[in-house]
């Protein structure tokens, strides 16, 4: 209830100052974050839910239909929570939204005719964890971890992407993760693609797993590779170099530097490196928690670091990436999908001793 109450005051505050009478919340992570973790999602690839939250000055309402209500006011326990169900048949009308806000001025999360645009405003609001939801980002990330290394190791030349794909996705189920990005792709796929999607295509020598996990709402972006047989001398030298990329790019993320600071690191990073254009063929990260990217590190970006927040860094080399989802505190950034026993490199970065996952040779 003390979750709620903090993250509601917070959005109100937000109507106030926007000068709105309520917010319609459709998003699976503003669901999420708003009931302390709770699920409207049933279609994971969509980014709306089953049920949408209407919150006002002095009310917080759930607008669903009967086949989701009776999951949510009996395994989720809102009512308790202090949300009012307002119900409808599935096959009925849903005429609950029009009588509640009736006269209302109302924003919202996603692009609705009429409402204001607040999705800008509530990704920064969700960014910033509260205590109890750093504690559970730590265990989302263990259990990612686990599963990530659960799957790499059972990895097999032979094996399709399809089949790799599914290892990851029945490692994640297993601790109650959804897998809602499961990208793999083998030997030169991963040298063509940044977003590879998973083919039938088999493995010969070199894998890229790629995660991002959610549990209670919250979600852990993490990659790992496997290589089978000695690495050649250019798959050495840029993994060495994206890891000494990555660590440069946590270094930055102190709290009160930008955004903006931090990408000029990054961009600093790659140049020393020797890789001064690779940047630029995908975007690098940026803070996380109930989206796999809230939004993205820009330069220029006037965002703030702070701590309590989460990020996700990805940077890349063509052939090579290195990407962990990491929590900012006061000393530095915890890494919450660090995977155990996983070979690593230890670099020295901004005053700091940071370990990089380096590929697993087998």
């Not at 089953?50 to 809102?78: C, M, P, S, V």
């Not at 094996?159 to 030997?187: F, K, M, W």
């Not at 000494?244 to 600093?268: K, N, W």
């Not at 995908?282 to 796999?292: S, T």
Request: aromatic residues 6%.
């Amino acid at each position: 209830m003390e979750e709620i109450q903090t993250k509601l005051a917070g959005l109100r505050r937000l109507l106030e100052l926007r000068g709105l009478d309520g917010a319609l919340l459709q998003r699976n992570s503003s669901f999420a974050w708003a009931t302390g973790g709770s699920s409207a999602a049933i279609n994971i690839a969509s980014t709306t839910g089953e049920a949408a939250l209407l919150i006002t000055q002095k009310d917080a309402y759930i607008l669903t239909n009967n086949i989701e209500a009776t999951r949510l006011e009996g395994e989720e326990d809102l009512c308790s929570k202090g949300f009012q169900f307002y119900t409808h048949a599935w096959h009925g009308a849903t005429d609950a939204f029009e009588t509640i806000a009736k006269g209302m001025k109302l924003g919202a999360d996603v692009a609705v005719p009429g409402l204001t645009d607040l999705s800008g405003e509530l990704a920064r609001l969700r960014v910033n964890l509260l205590p109890i939801e750093q504690d559970r980002l730590r265990k989302v990330g263990r259990d990612c971890a686990l599963a990530m290394s659960q799957a790499v190791h059972a990895v097999r030349p032979g094996q399709s992407e399809q089949e790799i794909a599914s290892l990851l996705a029945a490692a994640c189920l297993e601790r109650g993760v959804e897998p809602i990005v499961n990208l793999i792709a083998t030997d030169e796929r991963i040298y063509r693609f940044r977003h590879p999607t998973y083919s039938a295509k088999t493995l010969e020598r070199y894998a890229m797993l790629v995660l991002c996990g959610r549990k209670h709402g919250l979600v852990v972006s993490i990659t790992r590779f496997v290589h089978f047989g000695p690495l050649n001398d250019e798959l050495k030298r840029k993994s060495a170099a994206v890891a000494r990329i990555d660590a440069a790019i946590i270094a930055a993320t102190r709290p009160g530097r930008t955004l903006g600071q931090v990408f000029s690191a990054a961009q600093a990073a790659y140049a020393s490196a020797g890789y001064p254009a690779e940047w630029q063929l995908h975007h690098q990260g940026g803070p996380a928690g109930y989206e796999p990217r809230e939004y993205l590190a820009l330069p220029g970006s006037a965002d703030l670091v702070e701590a309590g927040q989460a990020y996700a860094w990805n940077p890349s080399i063509t052939g090579a990436k290195s990407e962990d989802t990491v929590l900012v505190t006061l000393d530095g950034c915890e890494v919450v999908s660090e995977v155990p026993g996983w070979p690593v490199e230890e670099i020295q970065s901004g005053g700091l001793t940071l370990h990089r996952p380096m590929i697993l040779v087998v």
